[in-house]
């Protein structure tokens, strides 16, 4: 990429650093977040997933979970969590680097950041899964393996669950947009330049 | 037009309908007040208390617990009693000397036999004169003790006993920043606790002021830095700070200047009349920042391992003097301003108050109208005298307002009084009046107002702490509870009594009321924490990490506590073998609270989330024997156990 280039299409560059540091920043939100209400937790328990790490009340999620014989929250998506950054970066430097230096726009530019959400829905639905329903048969309480909710109200014992995605995802989403809106522009410039 | 009217019929008929529902409202309230048979100012007290499910009090009230040994936290103005703080006494809800080997260290540093205390004046820190929410101060009198309590975690930390007595009243009390907790002796003994025949009272008892010097970083008192001042043997009894203008001074109440001993069965009058006989004591006051500086040189001897300021080198170094104080004075509280000295006699109906300009100026100018036995120079009654005016009978402690009111309790009209101090508060007629008197019950001792003996106090609240309750509760057999009343001060209305209060525990002296917006306390310990050192502990343990070591005839067990289990579950050790279990609650969750008991080993400790504690004990019975968790902690909380297997 040279300043030549950055001169000839400077809303197209504009946009993909944009969207680039609009991506980089979703790592530092959670992408999915739950809120647990029960009579006994009047502040509620919440819970925040990251695309790398797990905050808030974890150990009390799981210190009630292992009365159902749900495993460790920790222990889910071990693989994807140490990827996550790997792959945002990849994704940020390949667009970067790819784009810039395309001559031409190819359909399949346009389906990693997409890809990217749909893979993290993806892996978040079978882990969601996989928690629900690979239940430990000496835990104490015995209840039917179970689909946690992905999205909106949900209901477990005395516990109401609410979940949504959060910031993060929601940035990411934004960050996809804006990616296609660069690409588009020099589509349409580079289709200008030929004519 | 049409609209408009239409808006308007709606809007009536809507009004008609909240008149309809308030008005239903009002009778309900008005038929629930018939059928209790209250009052209309009934009604108002129970609107001033009344707290509803999780609102919370504006304030905390630190109460005495008297002779259960203990501090009393309660919430004004609902008067809900929310905490006890074990300190001199063991308490077993909180494992407080109960097989606790940390609690049983701080208890065993104020004495190893000692096992209970006569708690009866609890100090919170001050920073510029004002609550600052971070420690409490406590004493013992019956074995002249101080205790520091650290409100992180409302538990008790130190428990030192004075080394040069055996008996106090006049503490704890605080400089306004916490340099020094006060503790002043009652029945005074030889120095250093020592034998002298009674015969020898004049000549060989003393009275003494100590000074115990504060550690804020660490939270505990330093024996070392601290220091004392020999007293003439009279009964030293409640004590004062100056603050803003008297800042740097000490005032001291006395009884018993007529120097009697005890001997009613061979023709000694008895002890009662026989202090009270003079119709003046001796305020003492003391300039304790030149004390301090006397104290720092080279000069002082140690006495039994404290620092001790002789009376001679007191009365050379000019920080004694007296004042005549009238009969049988028992209050001593310093106006907000720090200018007024408020004391006042049992016998006497005033309330006499010294102006502190004018006994600088008197000290400075040399005023005085003799000397003591003992060679203290005595005050010239006349040249610090402000005011004296007459309350009622019985006067006792004096507490204050933002307004410039004063409050004295009443002991034998079983009263409170409220006065006006003077300039700059009131002026010309309106200064020193007495302005309005409401009966207690009964024989109030103490009171206490809204951070009423600071530098900035508040007002709306005056707590009576009623040393009898005869009939206001139902007959529980002929040991009563005492009677916390709350009272009413707001602005220039007449004072109302809101609340009773029984208080079934022992009998509670002095309270101090804080904004409750002050204190900072922890929800949950850090994980891993020592209470006793609030440091992390070393013999913390993890989850995963928990383990029974052997060596010889010692086994340590680092234990985990979470709900539901204990781990390990199953202990086996041999008959004579010495057992520690480290117990670490590993719970992170508000309110999960723990308990470890071992059967027929007296044993129960509380695990608050975050704590460790140890337990150590000889494995003296053979047997098996469950240890379970005390507190209900979860719905498998039954489940929650183990055995302890002696072979």
Redesign the interface.
Known sequence: MTFQMLKSYPSFYALLFLASLILAGSYFFPYWVMHLKAPQYP?GLHMKVYLDHVEG?V??VN?LNH?IGMEKLQNAAQWERKVAALAVGLLILGGLIVLSFSKKIYFIFYLPPILFLIGFIGDFTFWMYYFGHYLSPEA?VHIKPFMPRLLGAGKIGQFHTQAMFGVGFWLGFLATGIYMLAINIKKKLLTQAST | MMILSRIRFILSGYLVLLCIATQSQASVLEDIAKKRGLTASDMRAALMTYTPSGKHDPYLMFASGGHAGSVLVIGLPSMRLIKTIPVFSPDSWQGWGTGSLDSKRILDGGGKALRWGDLHHPALSETNGVYDGQFLFVNDKANARVAVIDLRDFSTKQILQNPLFVNDHGGTFVTPNTEYIIETSQYNVPLGARYAPMTDYKKKYRGVVTFWKFDRAQGKINLSQSFSIELPPYWQDIVDLGKKVSDGYLFINSINTELASPDNMNQKPQLEMAVSRNDMDFLHVIDWKKAEKVAKSAGTQKTAGMKLITLKQAIQEKLLYFIHEPKSPHGVDVSPDGNYIVVSGKLDPHVTVFEFNKLKNAIAQNLVQGKDEYGVPILKFDSVLAAQIEVGLGPLHTQFDKQGYAYTSLFLDSAIAKWSLGEPYHKGNAAWKLLDKVSVHYNIGHLSCVEGDTAEPGEGYCVSLNKWAIDRFPNVGPLLPQNFQLVSTTGSEKMQVLYDMPIPNAEPHYAQIVKAERLKPWSVYPLGMSAETMKPSPVATLAGKERIVRKGNTVDVYMTT??SHLTPDLINVKKGDLVRIHLSSIE???DATHGFAISRYNINVSLEPGKVETVEFKADQSGVFPYYCTEFCS??HL?MTGYLVVQ
């Open positions: 502040m009340d150990d009390e210190l009365y104490p | 979470i709900r992170r969750a508000l719905a498998l489940e």
